[in-house]
């Protein structure tokens, strides 16, 4: 289903907008009414190549312990836009911070607790909206919480151990990568020279070795690592788009030893999510479509 942007009025006569997840814009408004927000602009989010921006989101660190701190203040009985006006006041992201405050008038206004996480998808996705509207409607907002926050801290804790299994042979490539182009760049040059004026037949190795080094010092060198910076750029615009991701995410799924990897990360994420899912009340169909849009690999949704 296609995003789409929104602003409208709210019950109390605010200005409100926001982006929510609908099949078109009459579902849009009526999910807005429930909310009790009258709209009076909706567009649809466009399909075209967008460039990345760095910050303005929500990790899943700061998004776990405010869950956690969350449902033990509904298990403590304060009103849910006590809670929200208190996490909100705590929380150093501002981006977040943001976000809550525009929950809570939200809430404040009547609408649910889900409906006003929905309309922030940059910081709640749809697995946590609907676990939160099977906790609302159970009347087990405070378990649902603890869940999922259960959830988000495991998922952060296989992204570490991922990401430690990585750190080692990619510093290591990197400095091999760079100890080699030093050699080339400063080292070789001085040998070569020292060669030439020696006047002998130089063996293929030592050639090639040679000739690595001149081009590296040439402006074709320059020009060849800022034609790789530019496609490694490109990649990171391409891959925002469903074809890009499903032909890439495709690609890394193949690689021998991190695909297996990948695989593995899949599985992993896919039986913890509908499982979670599903102890919290929301129907089989629904987890499983909800853990598709969650996989975080095309190929896997």
Do not use: H
């Not at 009347?139 to 998922?155: H, V």
């Amino acid at each position: 289903m296609p995003d789409y942007k929104y602003q409208g009025t709210s019950r109390s006569g605010g200005s409100v907008s926001g982006v929510m997840t609908a099949s078109n814009k009459a579902e849009l408004a009526t999910l807005l009414k429930r909310q009790q927000i009258t709209a009076t602009k909706m567009t649809e989010k466009g399909k075209e190549f967008n460039i990345p921006t760095f910050g303005g989101g929500v990790n899943a660190k700061e998004l776990a312990i405010f869950t956690r701190q969350f449902s033990v203040m509904i298990d403590a009985g304060l009103p849910l836009v006590q809670c929200l006006e208190i996490l909100a006041s705590q929380q150093e992201n501002k981006f977040f911070q943001k976000i809550l405050a525009g929950t809570r008038a939200q809430v404040e206004g009547g609408a649910t607790l889900s409906a006003a996480m929905r309309s922030s998808p940059k910081a709640f996705d749809a697995l946590y909206v609907n676990m939160v509207e099977a906790g609302e409607t159970g009347g087990i907002l405070d378990t649902i919480l603890q869940r999922l926050s259960t959830y988000i801290e495991k998922n952060v804790k296989l992204q570490r151990a991922v990401k430690s299994a990585l750190v080692y042979p990619v510093g290591v490539l990197t400095v091999a990568g760079g100890v080699i182009t030093l050699l080339l760049w400063k080292v070789v040059p001085i040998f070569a020279t020292l060669f030439a004026g020696l006047g002998v037949d130089l063996p293929l190795p030592t050639k090639i070795v040679i000739a690595m080094s001149n081009f590296i010092g040439s402006i074709f060198g320059f020009l060849i690592l800022v034609a790789l910076c530019g496609s490694i750029f490109g990649l990171k615009v391409w891959y925002g788009t469903p074809q890009g991701r499903l032909v890439l995410d495709t690609i890394v799924l193949k690689l021998p030893v991190l695909g297996m990897l990948m695989r593995k990360i899949a599985v992993a994420r896919f039986t913890r999510t509908l499982g979670t899912l599903i102890s919290s009340g929301v129907p089989i169909l629904e987890g499983l479509d909800i853990t598709a849009r969650t996989a975080g690999n095309a190929v896997v949704e």
